[in-house]
């Protein structure tokens, strides 16, 4: 595979600064699908243990005082520091097979950096080096100026591309300040994650990696204690309710973040509710069990990793038969979840009032409560529940960075820059 580079100017890894949250999710696309990834930030550098495990770092790229460059200025100092840099980028990176540096040819205060990268372009030193030049700044007018700061607004020779945020009638500007064609130019969005941005739990993590949880249309999590699945907080009938959701094209995913699981007689009700998910078409990837990931979790997961599911999570279906003052209603409507409660249990609509979807599922005091027509019944709370889902403008755009702006999803586009021709 290619060995990786991300060329910075960083004296820190302090994601205060925007940047630095963008190379590191960078790096840990790179270490996670596999590449050898290296980090050159300057020898000030001492935030070491900030950056993701697995990534070398080179402590290299030469230190100088970049005020001076500011408006187009030009330091007394540039030949030195031009020669510094030119020299360290050749002696350490001749192993490296793609470089990605942000801002280093586009920043005024970088332009001793720039002239370092055009000077090694034009000398054809590192020549079988492919370099993608990331933009993180929307692109000025190509302006009139002279060497050094004319390498700000030219792509170096050889295999050079840059690399912009947006599709935005930003690619022709782009190139035009480069003077380059639109074949030169490639957007590449930010990524955002929630196993990064929000720094979930390792478990949810894994089920994340695990379940491929982000591609889901919906996630919805019940919190609950296995001996009472049924019987009490009628996990069965959100199980339907999601064989619906599927059936009406939906990509579902279900977890039952279920506690009190060690005992047989509750591994077999978890076996046999896993039997008839499988007969309404609802596999193991959708209706997942966290007691069945780990045996330590079989007596339940831990109230962080619960509060992540909810973060996570757009729907929360909940027929329980009875409550008092219900914490897992509280915590999805903290979590801005859709809800949909039982009509029949009075005590949830003082908590959620005007602010869910109502439905009958039965009480324990309603013993007489029967769905004539089990199919309809389940197809029609499915169809409210997706034309509600499909007017919520929060929970819309929630999916679309999900979906759009996570890791794996970014990296298969910058991927594909690594082996174009």
């Known amino acids: 595979m290619k060995t990786v580079g991300i060329l910075t100017p960083f004296y820190s890894f302090d994601d205060s600064y925007s940047l630095v949250s963008v190379v590191k999710d960078h790096l840990l696309m790179n270490v996670r699908a596999g590449y050898k990834t290296i980090l050159f930030v300057l020898p000030s550098f001492q935030d070491d243990d900030k950056v993701p495990q697995g990534v070398e770092i080179r402590k290299v790229i030469p230190q100088i005082t970049t005020e001076p460059y500011r408006d187009f200025k030009v330091s007394p100092n540039f030949q030195e520091d031009l020669a510094k840099i030119a020299l360290a980028l050749q002696d350490h990176l001749r192993d490296i097979d793609v470089v990605i540096e942000h801002d280093m040819i586009f920043q005024e205060h970088f332009t001793a950096y720039a002239a370092a990268i055009h000077a090694l372009a034009d000398g054809g030193w590192l020549p079988n080096i492919k370099w993608l030049h990331w933009i993180h700044s929307a692109p000025s007018p190509r302006p009139n100026v002279e060497y050094p700061h004319s390498c700000r607004y030219t792509l170096p020779k050889g295999d050079h591309k840059l690399v912009y945020l947006n599709h935005t009638n930003k690619v022709q500007v782009l190139a035009e300040m480069y003077s380059a ?6 957007s590449v969005p ?62 579902t ?17 978890i076996l046999e509710l896993q039997k008839q998910a499988k007969s309404y078409g ?12 780990k045996t330590s979790w079989e007596h339940g997961i831990p109230r962080k990793a619960v509060s992540d599911l909810f973060r996570l999570s757009s729907l929360f279906v909940f027929p329980t038969k009875s409550e008092n003052c219900s914490l897992i209603l509280l915590e999805a409507m903290l979590s801005g979840n859709l809800l949909v409660l039982n009509d029949d249990v009075q005590s949830l609509r003082e908590f959620a009032q005007g602010n869910a979807l109502y439905f009958r599922f039965g009480a324990l005091d309603d013993t007489q409560f029967n769905i004539n027509n089990s199919d309809n019944y389940y197809n029609d709370i499915a169809k409210i529940i997706l034309s509600e889902l499909s007017t919520n403008k929060a929970l819309l755009a929630k999916k679309q960075v999900m979906q759009n702006h996570n890791l794996d999803i970014i990296f298969k586009q910058i991927e594909q820059l690594y082996y174009e021709q």
């Open 282 to 293: 609802l596999t193991e990837q959708e209706l997942i069990f966290t007691s069945l990931e």
């Open 181 to 186: 064609w639109p074949k030169d130019v490639r």
């Open 190 to 251: 930010n990524s955002l994650d929630p196993r990064t941005f929000w720094d979930l739990h390792p478990f949810v993590t894994e089920l994340i990696d695990k379940y491929d949880l982000l591609s889901a249309d919906i996630i919805s999590v019940y919190p609950l204690s296995t001996p009472r699945m049924v019987s009490g907080k009628g996990l069965d009938h959100v199980i339907k309710i999601h064989s619906c959701l599927k059936k009406q094209g939906q990509r």
């Open 253 to 269: 995913k279900l977890i039952v973040a279920n506690a009190h699981a060690n005992g047989q007689a509750e591994k077999d009700s």
